[in-house]
């Protein structure tokens, strides 16, 4: 999403209707507000300083890790968060904590802009990689796999990654720059999918409380257009090209939806947060299990796979090991002989399903 593409501009002339002081420079996206830019600062930074306070994110002393991609989300949530923190006291150690999948021409391009956020903002930053933790980039899994699943393994690989380097830099918890349209998006397809389970989870703005670390996600109500007004007016460096094998399907179909309807009522976006918010989820519904893995000892809140406790990164990367890719992918209707043949030589590891982050900017 392009800056120039959401700063609507109001019509000349107009006073900000914040301060009545300054020209009006732009509209709004949430609220269709008139207001100057310093006004826009403002309201923007005081807000997610609401939902901190309001949620009780952090606690005074405590580390935290921003998980870092070099774009606009976690960039203007690193920038944000170091400014809230100086000036409200919070008192927290901030670091960056970026995770490198070896995809070239992508994000080798986006952690130089992370190591340069690293001066700018002079938060310490950590590293970690595919390649050290797995011993495959996504480089090499792209070319044994094609770009079919490839987002299942990346997922599900860079969520263990952040936990591990959070546990490495040891944080008390992990913020990601998850905003609302992601948010809304998530619901919208956990309903698409069925997955209740998931819709449970997908709101909450913290996570992962009975897990290694804690996630919070302080951008929750934060949308999309504004956070990229806000790069843009304050000149961040920031990176914005989209990975190079993002497949983007399903996610993208809900993103349009969501886009849709925010030009009719902007309001649309936090109205489906609230109703994922208040879905009420049967008590019979089945939640996934928690535990250490038996292969990789790592405390998983992931869907542990039954009857040998593996991990899914485990499951994910035994199937790489053993030129079996597709051991643990989700088998669909219409799978081939080939995904059977390599799902019986699983040998009582059961699929796990496969999941896409499409774009997301953890
Ligand atoms: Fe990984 Fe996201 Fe690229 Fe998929 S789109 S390969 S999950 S970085």
Redesign the pocket.
């Known amino acids: 999403m392009e800056a120039e593409e959401v700063a609507a501009k109001p019509p000349k002339g107009r006073f900000c209707t914040i301060c009545n002081q300054r020209r009006a420079a732009l509209k709004r996206p949430k609220t269709l507000e008139q207001i100057c830019r310093e006004c826009f600062y403002a309201v923007f930074e005081e807000e997610i300083h609401g939902v901190i306070v309001d949620n009780q994110l952090f606690k005074p002393g405590e580390r935290v890790a921003i998980g870092a991609s070099g774009g606009k989300d976690s960039t203007v949530l690193a920038y944000v968060l170091s400014e809230l923190n100086r000036r409200h006291n919070y008192g927290l150690d901030l670091f960056l904590l970026s995770v490198d999948?070896g995809?070239t021409g992508y994000r080798d391009d986006s952690l130089e802009t992370v190591k340069r956020n690293e001066i700018q903002y002079g938060l310490p930053l950590k590293v970690v990689s595919y390649k050290d933790l797995y011993g495959w980039t996504?480089d090499e899994i792209v070319k044994l796999i094609g770009l079919k699943n490839?987002?299942t393994f990346?997922?599900v690989f860079?969520r263990q990654a952040l936990d591990r380097g959070a546990t490495l830099l040891k944080v008390d918890k992990l913020v990601t720059g998850h905003n609302a349209d992601d948010i809304a998006e998530t619901v919208l397809l956990n309903i698409l999918r069925g997955d209740i389970a998931r819709l449970s989870r997908c709101t909450s703005i913290t996570t992962g409380e009975d897990g290694p670390i804690p996630r919070c996600k302080p951008f929750k109500y934060t949308y999309e257009k504004e956070i990229v007004m806000y790069a843009y007016f304050k000149r961040l460096d920031y990176f914005s090209t989209e990975?190079i094998?993002?497949p983007n399907a399903y996610r993208g179909f809900a993103r349009e939806f969501i886009k849709d309807l925010e030009r009719i009522r902007p309001r649309a976006i936090l109205d489906i947060i609230k109703s994922g918010e208040d879905f009420r989820i049967s008590t019979s519904t089945k939640m996934p299990e928690q535990g250490n893995c038996e292969r990789c000892g790592y405390i998983s809140s992931q869907v542990m796979c039954k009857p040998v406790k593996w991990c899914k990164a485990c499951v994910l990367l035994e199937g790489l090991n053993r030129g079996l890719p597709k051991l643990g992918i989700g088998r669909s209707r219409g799978a081939n002989n080939e995904q059977s043949k390599n799902a019986k030589e699983a040998k009582g590891i059961d699929s796990i399903q496969s999941k896409?982050?499409?774009?997301?900017d953890f």
């Open positions: 999948e995809i996504m490839n987002c990346c997922g860079r990975c094998y993002s896409q982050c499409g774009t997301l």
